[in-house]
């Protein structure tokens, strides 16, 4: 098809067609709804044909339903490039040495629109001509190891990223950074907290919940906050780095094993659970939150442990899930299952049969709790009791993808169950802690009087 037509087809291309309006032009149209001035983008080939998408003044696409337009005419035309520009990326000796390693997300991007897809860009020129601010922070390079969706981020991706992540600490870098899609960002900053140990150097997961072409976009910043903390932190974690509020006035580091994402699409989606963020990070400032933390040294020192056994599930119990759940997971070979349990981690009595039949074949369950917040105890009911008693054993405060990760790297290590139970039971990053501080827990209910007047007071 045409380039003038790109990407239209059926009703809409011949809306276009009727009125004599080509892809890129700038076009006024009439609708019964009002009035709209834009550029005619071009559609994704997966698209319906009910729709023409114009992008307006303000950056941001709207889609008007062919069925309301009344009137549509040109006043312009200007094909619009959708390419980062790409400048010399400057190295100074004075400098802290970086490198970028890209899983895909939306970092640094522009939008297909053949298929609609968001491409990454990505080479330190593209990053520098997208983000010139990187260039007074460090030197930095990239590698990219994956151009995926963080869905399809898995055990293979973890284990390759841990060992081009040594690989760079034992050769002398001064941090690390990494591109990732927010989906399951923390789950990857778990499976590389316990690959990962002993680094001297910060290890920052970084992404955007909106793409950079985007006037809301909050790749550029989140990218700047992470290469400042790579190079300039003393905290030398996995750690995950986005938006700390909803605007941009600071980013929060998060510790890998205790952070989750919390909302679908709020730019401030990622939280700490259990505890507080490590740190606090704007354009030229860190604050660290707790001195608890691994600091950074001057040696290459790093011990990485890339296993992960695949065959281990993650299962959220719900009220009458029936024991063939369980019985399910054991036929088919499963090693190892995480439950996420209600209240102090419980699951009703007609899986107690599948719970009891899947430990004495030598298939380990751990609880955790899908109230997120709080520690397993399962000594006060009859209900943990029992289950206890049937082999299920308790992980403190470990969130639940944490378990999951943690029991699929401890797996990958060993088939010893005993030591599979010690590696789990042992605090290792961060994952089990000995309490939660009384800050740790904050969630208000708005509409309440005392949290609204709260709110007046803060940034939202």
């Known amino acids: 098809m045409s380039d003038i037509f790109k990407g239209y087809k059926g009703a809409a291309l011949s809306t276009l067609k009727s009125f004599n309006v080509r892809v890129w032009s700038e076009a006024l149209v009439k609708t019964s709804r009002g009035d709209f001035k834009g550029i005619v983008l071009p ?33 312009g035309y200007k094909e619009a490039h959708y390419k980062i520009p790409e ?37 330190p020129g593209e990053l520098y001509g997208a983000v010139p601010e990187l260039a007074d922070i460090c030197n930095l390079t990239t590698e990219k190891l994956f151009a995926v969706f963080s869905e399809n981020m898995g055990p293979q991706q973890y284990m390759k990223l841990a060992i081009a992540i040594g690989k760079e600490i034992e050769n002398g870098i001064d941090g690390i950074v990494v591109g990732h899609g927010t989906d399951t960002m923390h789950h990857t900053a778990g499976a590389l907290a316990f690959m990962i140990q002993n680094s001297p150097v910060p290890i920052v997961i970084v992404g955007s919940q909106r793409s950079s072409d985007r006037p809301s976009s909050d790749a550029a910043l989140n990218l700047i906050h992470a290469t400042t903390a790579a190079a300039e932190s003393d905290i030398a974690e996995v750690m995950v780095c986005m938006f700390g509020p909803t605007s941009d006035e600071y980013g929060l580091l998060h510790r890998g094993t205790r952070v989750r994402k919390m909302h ?91 719970v009891e039949r899947a430990t004495k074949a030598g298939v380990p369950i751990y609880m955790t709790v899908q109230t997120l917040w709080g520690y397993v105890h399962m000594f006060i009911y009859d209900t943990g009791r029992d289950l206890m008693a049937k082999g299920i054993i308790p992980t403190e405060n470990m969130l639940p993808e944490v378990a999951y990760v943690k029991l699929g790297w401890a797996l990958g290590q060993t088939s010893d169950l005993d030591e599979v139970k010690k590696i789990m039971l042992t605090p290792i990053a961060g994952e089990i802690t000995e309490r939660e501080p009384y800050n740790g827990y904050l969630i208000f209910q708005g509409g309440i009087p005392e949290v609204e007047e709260f709110l007046k007071k803060v940034h939202k």
């Open 264 to 354: 679908s699409s709020y730019r401030s989606t990622f939280r700490t659970i259990g505890d507080i963020p490590l740190a606090m990070i704007e354009r030229d400032k860190i604050t660290p939150l707790t001195d608890n933390y691994n600091r950074r040294r001057s040696d290459h020192d790093v011990k990485i442990t890339p296993v992960f056994e695949e065959k281990v599930a993650l299962v959220y119990y719900y009220p009458n899930m029936m024991p063939d759940i369980i019985d399910s997971l054991v036929d088919n070979g499963y090693k190892g299952i995480v439950i996420a349990g209600t209240g102090l981690g419980h699951v009703n009595k007609p899986v107690y049969g599948s």
């Open 43 to 75: 559609r994704s080939e997966n698209d319906d044909d009910r729709h023409i998408v114009l992008k307006l003044a303000t950056g941001y696409n709207v889609g008007i339903d062919i069925g309301t337009i009344n009137e549509m005419s040109e006043y």
């Open 87 to 123: 400048k010399e990326f400057p190295t100074s000796p004075d400098k802290p040495n970086i490198k970028l390693f890209g899983t895909g997300g939306t970092i640094a991007s522009r939008l297909d629109y053949r298929t609609g897809a968001v491409i990454p860009a990505f080479s």
